[in-house]
Protein backbone atom coordinates (compact mmCIF):
# COMPACT_ATOMS: atom_id res chain seq x y z
CA UNK A 1 0.00 0.00 0.00
CA UNK A 2 1.57 3.07 -1.22
CA UNK A 3 2.12 6.00 1.91
CA UNK A 4 -0.53 8.23 0.53
CA UNK A 5 -2.94 6.05 0.03
CA UNK A 6 -2.01 4.14 3.71
CA UNK A 7 -2.28 7.83 4.98
CA UNK A 8 -6.24 7.79 4.03
CA UNK A 9 -7.16 4.41 5.22
CA UNK A 10 -5.73 5.22 8.58
CA UNK A 11 -7.69 8.67 8.78
CA UNK A 12 -11.02 6.67 7.49
CA UNK A 13 -10.51 4.00 9.86
CA UNK A 14 -10.38 6.25 12.81
CA UNK A 15 -13.78 8.65 11.86
CA UNK A 16 -15.32 5.64 11.84
CA UNK A 17 -13.98 4.30 14.61
CA UNK A 18 -15.39 7.99 16.27
CA UNK A 19 -18.46 7.71 15.15
CA UNK A 20 -19.30 4.13 15.84
CA UNK A 21 -17.91 5.91 19.38
CA UNK A 22 -21.38 7.20 19.65
CA UNK A 23 -23.59 4.77 18.35
CA UNK A 24 -25.96 3.38 21.15
CA UNK A 25 -25.15 -0.40 22.28
CA UNK A 26 -28.70 -0.76 23.35
CA UNK A 27 -31.14 1.12 21.27
CA UNK A 28 -33.88 -1.05 22.14
CA UNK A 29 -37.17 0.81 22.55
CA UNK A 30 -40.21 -0.39 24.78
CA UNK A 31 -43.57 -1.62 23.69
CA UNK A 32 -45.79 1.20 23.35
CA UNK A 33 -47.77 2.13 26.00
CA UNK A 34 -50.42 5.00 26.24
CA UNK A 35 -47.64 6.64 28.68
CA UNK A 36 -45.20 5.94 25.95
CA UNK A 37 -47.54 7.21 23.02
CA UNK A 38 -47.48 11.03 25.38
CA UNK A 39 -44.15 11.69 25.61
CA UNK A 40 -44.14 11.02 21.91
CA UNK A 41 -46.83 13.17 21.43
CA UNK A 42 -44.97 16.06 23.85
CA UNK A 43 -41.96 15.70 21.63
CA UNK A 44 -43.26 16.08 18.74
CA UNK A 45 -45.00 19.48 20.05
CA UNK A 46 -42.00 20.79 20.79
CA UNK A 47 -40.85 20.89 16.90
CA UNK A 48 -43.02 23.46 15.81
CA UNK A 49 -41.30 25.80 18.52
CA UNK A 50 -37.59 24.49 17.68
CA UNK A 51 -38.64 25.36 13.93
CA UNK A 52 -39.63 29.08 15.30
CA UNK A 53 -36.06 29.45 16.63
CA UNK A 54 -33.95 28.21 13.96
CA UNK A 55 -36.06 30.49 11.29
CA UNK A 56 -35.13 33.26 13.51
CA UNK A 57 -31.45 32.24 13.64
CA UNK A 58 -31.47 32.07 9.82
CA UNK A 59 -33.47 35.38 9.77
CA UNK A 60 -30.51 37.30 11.41
CA UNK A 61 -27.87 35.19 9.98
CA UNK A 62 -29.21 36.37 6.86
CA UNK A 63 -28.28 40.47 7.25
CA UNK A 64 -24.54 38.60 6.56
CA UNK A 65 -21.56 39.36 9.42
CA UNK A 66 -21.41 42.85 7.83
CA UNK A 67 -25.69 43.65 8.34
CA UNK A 68 -25.86 41.38 11.43
CA UNK A 69 -26.51 44.26 14.62
CA UNK A 70 -23.63 44.49 16.92
CA UNK A 71 -25.68 42.65 19.76
CA UNK A 72 -26.05 39.89 17.49
CA UNK A 73 -22.20 40.25 16.18
CA UNK A 74 -21.57 39.91 20.07
CA UNK A 75 -24.11 36.69 20.51
CA UNK A 76 -22.64 35.15 17.51
CA UNK A 77 -19.06 35.53 18.61
CA UNK A 78 -19.31 34.41 22.17
CA UNK A 79 -20.94 31.26 20.67
CA UNK A 80 -19.42 30.21 17.55
CA UNK A 81 -15.45 32.11 18.19
CA UNK A 82 -15.29 31.07 21.72
CA UNK A 83 -11.19 31.33 20.91
CA UNK A 84 -11.16 34.70 20.01
CA UNK A 85 -9.58 34.66 16.68
CA UNK A 86 -11.67 37.26 14.65
CA UNK A 87 -12.10 34.66 11.77
CA UNK A 88 -15.57 35.60 11.62
CA UNK A 89 -16.39 36.93 8.43
CA UNK A 90 -20.01 36.74 5.15
CA UNK A 91 -18.81 33.19 3.85
CA UNK A 92 -18.37 31.65 7.56
CA UNK A 93 -21.83 33.18 8.38
CA UNK A 94 -23.28 32.03 5.37
CA UNK A 95 -22.08 28.52 5.74
CA UNK A 96 -23.34 28.26 8.99
CA UNK A 97 -27.12 29.85 7.97
CA UNK A 98 -26.94 26.72 5.43
CA UNK A 99 -26.47 24.31 7.85
CA UNK A 100 -29.08 25.77 10.10
CA UNK A 101 -31.39 25.57 6.82
CA UNK A 102 -30.03 21.36 7.18
CA UNK A 103 -31.13 21.47 10.10
CA UNK A 104 -34.83 23.15 9.80
CA UNK A 105 -35.23 20.76 6.79
CA UNK A 106 -34.27 17.56 8.82
CA UNK A 107 -36.22 18.37 11.86
CA UNK A 108 -39.14 19.17 9.22
CA UNK A 109 -39.16 15.73 7.47
CA UNK A 110 -40.82 12.82 8.78
CA UNK A 111 -38.59 12.50 11.90
CA UNK A 112 -38.78 8.92 13.12
CA UNK A 113 -39.08 9.03 16.88
CA UNK A 114 -39.03 6.60 19.75
CA UNK A 115 -39.01 5.94 23.55
CA UNK A 116 -35.47 4.22 24.17
CA UNK A 117 -36.39 3.04 28.14
CA UNK A 118 -33.43 0.03 28.87
CA UNK A 119 -30.61 2.01 26.63
CA UNK A 120 -27.13 1.88 27.87
CA UNK A 121 -27.32 5.61 26.17
CA UNK A 122 -29.69 6.94 28.53
CA UNK A 123 -27.13 8.35 31.58
CA UNK A 124 -27.18 11.01 33.65
CA UNK A 125 -29.77 13.65 32.63
CA UNK A 126 -29.91 12.85 28.94
CA UNK A 127 -32.88 14.03 27.55
CA UNK A 128 -32.43 12.05 23.76
CA UNK A 129 -29.71 10.66 21.50
CA UNK A 130 -29.59 9.46 18.06
CA UNK A 131 -27.45 6.79 16.22
CA UNK A 132 -28.04 9.90 12.73
CA UNK A 133 -30.97 8.02 11.85
CA UNK A 134 -33.77 7.87 14.94
CA UNK A 135 -34.67 10.12 17.73
CA UNK A 136 -34.39 8.29 20.61
CA UNK A 137 -36.02 9.70 24.43
CA UNK A 138 -35.01 8.84 27.68
CA UNK A 139 -36.45 8.32 30.75
CA UNK A 140 -35.13 11.66 32.28
CA UNK A 141 -37.28 13.33 29.78
CA UNK A 142 -40.41 13.01 31.76
CA UNK A 143 -38.27 14.69 34.78
CA UNK A 144 -37.19 17.42 32.91
CA UNK A 145 -39.28 20.57 33.50
CA UNK A 146 -37.54 22.98 31.60
CA UNK A 147 -39.16 23.17 28.14
CA UNK A 148 -36.31 25.77 26.96
CA UNK A 149 -33.83 22.84 27.84
CA UNK A 150 -35.71 20.23 25.70
CA UNK A 151 -36.34 22.43 22.57
CA UNK A 152 -32.45 23.19 22.71
CA UNK A 153 -31.40 19.73 23.36
CA UNK A 154 -34.01 18.70 20.26
CA UNK A 155 -32.42 21.02 17.87
CA UNK A 156 -28.80 19.44 18.96
CA UNK A 157 -29.55 15.96 18.26
CA UNK A 158 -31.38 16.92 14.94
CA UNK A 159 -27.72 18.79 14.07
CA UNK A 160 -26.24 15.45 14.89
CA UNK A 161 -28.56 13.65 11.96
CA UNK A 162 -28.47 16.55 9.39
CA UNK A 163 -24.69 17.55 9.40
CA UNK A 164 -23.62 14.27 10.35
CA UNK A 165 -21.30 15.18 12.93
CA UNK A 166 -20.32 14.34 16.54
CA UNK A 167 -19.85 16.71 19.69
CA UNK A 168 -17.21 18.82 20.73
CA UNK A 169 -16.63 20.18 24.24
CA UNK A 170 -20.01 21.59 25.37
CA UNK A 171 -21.13 25.19 25.34
CA UNK A 172 -22.17 26.71 29.20
CA UNK A 173 -23.19 30.31 29.37
CA UNK A 174 -23.39 30.11 33.31
CA UNK A 175 -19.74 28.12 33.62
CA UNK A 176 -16.66 28.72 31.86
CA UNK A 177 -14.82 26.36 30.16
CA UNK A 178 -11.14 26.37 28.82
CA UNK A 179 -12.09 22.90 26.30
CA UNK A 180 -14.89 24.99 24.58
CA UNK A 181 -13.06 28.38 24.79
CA UNK A 182 -9.95 26.27 22.86
CA UNK A 183 -12.54 25.69 19.95
CA UNK A 184 -12.11 27.88 16.79
CA UNK A 185 -14.73 28.70 13.89
CA UNK A 186 -12.65 26.59 11.69
CA UNK A 187 -10.89 24.28 13.78
CA UNK A 188 -7.32 23.27 12.42
CA UNK A 189 -6.42 24.13 8.54
CA UNK A 190 -6.30 20.60 7.90
CA UNK A 191 -10.25 20.31 7.91
CA UNK A 192 -10.23 22.56 4.51
CA UNK A 193 -8.46 19.45 2.56
CA UNK A 194 -11.26 18.18 0.08
CA UNK A 195 -12.78 14.79 0.98
CA UNK A 196 -11.11 13.94 4.12
CA UNK A 197 -11.04 17.28 5.69
CA UNK A 198 -14.71 16.51 7.31
CA UNK A 199 -13.49 13.37 8.32
CA UNK A 200 -10.29 15.31 10.07
CA UNK A 201 -12.49 17.55 11.64
CA UNK A 202 -14.79 14.54 13.15
CA UNK A 203 -11.33 13.76 14.82
CA UNK A 204 -9.98 16.76 16.37
CA UNK A 205 -13.09 18.00 17.32
CA UNK A 206 -11.53 21.48 17.28
CA UNK A 207 -14.16 23.90 15.90
CA UNK A 208 -17.42 25.22 16.20
CA UNK A 209 -18.61 25.20 12.64
CA UNK A 210 -19.57 21.70 13.09
CA UNK A 211 -20.53 21.84 16.45
CA UNK A 212 -24.00 20.80 17.41
CA UNK A 213 -24.34 22.37 20.70
CA UNK A 214 -23.32 26.05 18.53
CA UNK A 215 -26.53 25.67 16.66
CA UNK A 216 -29.09 24.67 19.21
CA UNK A 217 -27.50 27.77 21.78
CA UNK A 218 -27.56 30.36 18.99
CA UNK A 219 -30.62 29.70 18.19
CA UNK A 220 -32.13 29.65 21.68
CA UNK A 221 -30.07 32.87 22.77
CA UNK A 222 -30.50 35.19 19.87
CA UNK A 223 -34.30 34.93 20.01
CA UNK A 224 -33.87 36.18 23.99
CA UNK A 225 -31.94 39.59 22.01
CA UNK A 226 -34.96 40.51 19.97
Known amino acids: MKPKIQTQFI ?9 GAILPTSAQAANLTSDDTEILQ ?9 LRLIDNAVTVLDQGWSGMLSSDREQ ?5 DPANTGQIDDRYVETVRNNYLKIRQRLDENLVIEYSENSDMCVGQRLYYTDFMKLYICPYF ?14 HETAHMALLVVDRPYYDPNS ?3 RYNALTPQGSWITEIPVIGHLIREI ?3 DTLYHPDTYAWFATEILELQ
Not at 11 to 19: G, N
Open 11 to 19: IILCALITF
Open 42 to 50: EVRSLIPTS
Open 76 to 80: FSLIF
Open 142 to 155: IKEHRVERKVRTLI
Open 176 to 178: YSS
Open 204 to 206: NHS
